[in-house]
């Protein structure tokens, strides 16, 4: 159906309104990183200058807000990763690297190191996460895989939580503002703790496996495929508001655990979440890191929107934000990145979209005004049409990226395997030309072989487990499922490219450039934009605008 004129304008406005959610502009900090495949990253709270940030092998410091780096730690030399890093509480000197060989600690930025904390065997000594009491730095909670342990002493002995099951742990949350109250996630769901780690209550569950004292308790909330919960995240002005991120999405609960309502996954381009980040600084803003990038929820709309601008990283491990400067520091397959903070304060001061969209044809006391808003009106139309005619439908470019990329048709497939399947029925044909030979008669001859003249033979033979289970169509069953993955990649990436490519048009139209420099950018981003999908698609894109 299409749409009539005025409705496309409507439809552009809404673009353009909807783009400036994603109007993040990354900043790579890469500078001193041997490697970019970071799995964490940790802000000092009281200056934020100072930042941490590991690798599977390395850990890093930086003193300047992430501009320069320096390797403090490294597990190059023996067996084993860096699973988590970050700092003590009320001093930047001192850090702590969670790793699958104990717990390590250094008081001077790296310069030594000691391990305090190594477990009775590999799979207590695997440190998965740490916390550390923001308002008693004696206090220290770390998660292994097999159970949870903490110091009162600031790490000279450790005691292991015994009324919690022996699971991995995967993620730990401390109250902001109580102490005692600990949030823990593991294999078997969440749990909970309002005595520093004393008794649990699991309010969350990603396993049927029942615990110690649960065989007469029904759970609060059962997660009934089972995802794994991969990351916790507590809102500090109100701290009864708790974020977890799943393998199936984001669940939110609103009254500290008791109760949860998985959030809409609409917007994201896969339900699984590595982390979930509530930044009470900008205005209670929820954003997630996935295989796809980052992504923001958009309450009003009950929809997430992706922050795309100057992305050149696809996962994102870990998340976490500049309380001071307010601004987001992501660790990812590229490195790290933060958020340009001017854009990232004018979108979260002005997060509301309007309710109404008013099109720009409708009539308004002011003669001279509405004079304007029909030039503007005709503008509009006109660019919108010559973008129509010259421009290739999403279809087209979809069409022409898949064309490239030489996938299957679901035709040929189905095509592939009938021919299987006929061809289990057809017997195997072998021909030869060889001498006959016979056994001997009766008698003096018996026992004896005689030799015949060269004769044909015809055998004809079928295999008996190919009209059962053909292992040709298993093959192409396998086949298809990875040529199914492939289409639907290529798919999704040439459609977000093709869209961002549109909004960055009609942002262009709708708000042009007040100055050379941001036109510039602008333009390049739009020449980039182009040239991806051109590389997805063999240059058709590049082809159809030439004609």
């Avoid at 552009?12 to 400036?20: D, E, K, M, P, V």
């Avoid at 190594?118 to 799979?123: A, E, K, L, Y």
């Avoid at 930044?279 to 929820?286: G, K």
Wanted: hydrophobic share 35%; proline share 3%.
């Amino acid at each position: 159906m299409k749409l009539p004129r005025i409705g496309y304008l409507l439809v552009i406005l809404f673009l353009a309104q909807t783009s400036a959610y994603a109007n993040h502009n990354w900043l790579a900090l890469n500078n001193g990183l041997s490697d970019r495949q970071m799995r964490t990253i940790s802000i000092f709270d009281r200056n934020s200058k100072f930042i941490c940030a590991a690798s599977e092998k390395n850990l890093y410091f930086s003193g300047d807000h992430g501009y320069s780096w320096k390797t403090i730690f490294s597990l190059q030399a023996k067996e084993g990763e860096i699973n988590s890093a970050c700092f003590g509480p009320t001093d930047q000197n001192i850090l702590y690297a969670a790793t699958s060989d104990g717990l390590y600690r250094t008081v001077d930025q790296g310069l030594n190191w000691q391990k305090i904390f190594s477990g009775i065997n590999q799979i207590a000594n695997n440190v998965r996460c740490i916390e550390c009491n923001k308002q008693d730095n004696e206090i220290i909670y770390i998660g292994s895989e097999d159970s949870l342990r903490y110091s009162r002493d600031g790490g000279q002995s450790w005691m292991k939580a015994e009324s919690l099951p022996h699971s991995e742990v995967k993620s730990l949350a401390l109250h902001p503002k109580n102490p005692y109250i600990l949030y823990l996630a593991n294999t078997l769901g969440l749990f909970k703790t309002v005595d520093g780690s004393g008794t649990w209550k699991r309010t969350f569950v990603t396993s049927h496996e029942l615990c110690e004292d649960e065989q007469e308790q029904e759970p609060y909330q059962e997660n009934q495929d089972q995802s794994l919960i991969n990351s916790i995240s507590i809102n500090k002005n109100d701290p009864r508001k708790i974020f977890i991120a799943t393998g199936n999405g984001v669940y939110c609960s609103q009254d500290a655990g008791e109760s949860w309502e998985k959030l809409p996954s609409y917007g994201l381009k896969s339900d699984f979440v590595n982390f979930v980040v509530s930044t009470s600084e900008l205005n209670d803003a929820l954003y997630v890191g996935t295989k796809n990038g980052v992504f923001k929820f958009i309450a009003q709309e009950n929809r997430w929107s992706q922050l795309y601008q100057g992305m050149v990283f696809q996962e994102v491990r870990a998340i976490d934000v500049d309380t001071l400067n307010k601004e987001i520091f992501l660790a990812s397959d590229k490195g790290i990145f933060k958020t340009d903070r001017k854009a990232l304060l004018a979108k979260s001061e002005g997060q509301r979209l309007p309710k109404l969209i008013i099109p720009l044809s409708v009539e308004r006391k002011d003669n001279n005004q509405n004079m304007q808003e029909g030039k503007i009106n005709r503008n509009f139309e006109q660019v919108l049409n010559e973008l129509n005619h010259r421009e290739p439908s999403v279809q087209e470019v979809q069409e022409a990226a898949l064309r490239y990329a030489d996938v299957v048709h679901p035709e040929q497939i189905r095509d592939l395997r009938r021919s299987a399947k006929i061809k289990a029925l057809l017997p195997e044909v072998s021909l030869d030309y060889d001498k006959t030979i016979q056994s001997g008669g009766t008698g003096n001859n018996f026992g004896n072989f005689i030799i015949g003249p060269r004769d044909w033979g015809l055998t004809l033979s079928w295999d008996v487990g190919d009209l059962v289970f053909s292992e040709q169509v298993r093959l192409i069953d396998s086949n298809t499922r990875l040529m199914v993955q492939l289409r639907d990649d290529i798919l999704d990436e040439v459609t977000r490219l093709y869209f961002e490519r549109r909004k960055l048009q009609t942002e262009l139209i709708v708000n042009p450039p007040k100055t050379a420099q941001e036109k510039l950018t602008k333009i390049l981003r739009l020449e980039e934009l182009t040239a991806n999908i051109d590389a997805l698609s063999g240059g058709y894109l590049s082809r159809k605008l030439e004609k």
